[in-house]
C-alpha cells in the first residue's frame, strides 16, 4: 500500500495571505519507519530526554513561536532544511504532490475544494501509472486533524461514489485518515514540504522548497506532481 500524508499551509480566511498550498508526500508503507526515524533525530536537538515532546511544524519553526523561541533561528532553519533532505534523499520511490493556490484567481471557490480535488485525482492517477507496470496497489490519504476534516471526509466520499472533474477514484483504499500530528512524524514531514512551499509562492523564497522539488512526482519527463492556479 502507499500512503499519502497531506497537511496545508495558508489559511483560507486570512487576507493577509494570497496563497493556499495542500502537499502530499507519498511513500511505501515499509519507508515510513526510516523517514519516521530520521525525524525523530533532529527533534532529539532539542529535547535529548523526550524528543517526541518536539513536533517538527514549518511555520512555528522558521518564526520561533511557542516552544521555538528558545532555540537560535540558525538552529531552527537548520533543522527544517535537515529534515526536508532527508526526504529529498529517501527511497525513490516516494515522492511529493503540490497544490499551489491564489485564493483571489478562484474566488469565491473554495481553495480546499479544488486543491483536494488534484491532489486525490494525482495520486489516484499515479497508482494507475504502477498498476500498469505491474504493480497493483491500494493507496491511502492521511490529514492531520484540521478544521476541513467534514470537508474532505464528504468530497472523498463524492468522489470515490460520482467522480471528479476527470472520473472516478479507483485506487483508494478507503476514504481519508485523519490524525493527530503529535502522533505522527510523517504528517509533520507533509507539514514541512508544504510550509516550504507556502515561502516559495508567497514569500518569493523556495530556499526550502528547493531541497525537495526534484520529488515531484514525474513520469517520462512529464511533471505530475504539481498544479498551480496562480
Known sequence: MHLLYCDESGS???????????????????????????????????????PASVEL???PMYGGKGQWRAFPKDDRLQAISDALSRFGHSNPSNRIFICAINKS?????????????????RFDQYLMRLHKNNDTQRGLIIFDKSTYEGTIQNLATDFRTFGHSWGVIRNLAEVPLFLD???????????LIAYAAFRKYEKNDDSLFSIVEHRLDSDGGIQHGLFERL
Open 12 to 50: 483560507t480566511k486570512d487576507p493577509s495571505q494570497n496563497h493556499f498550498i495542500l502537499a502530499g508526500l507519498s511513500l511505501f508503507e515499509r519507508q515510513g519507519y526510516w523517514l519516521a526515524s530520521e525525524l525523530d533525530k533532529i527533534a532529539a536537538r532539542f529535547n535529548p530526554a523526550e
Open 57 to 59: 511544524h514549518g511555520s
Open 105 to 121: 484567481s478562484i474566488s469565491p471557490e473554495d481553495p480546499v475544494l479544488l486543491s483536494f480535488e488534484q491532489l486525490a485525482s
Open 181 to 191: 500530528s503529535k502522533a505522527s512524524r510523517l504528517t509533520q514531514m507533509a507539514d
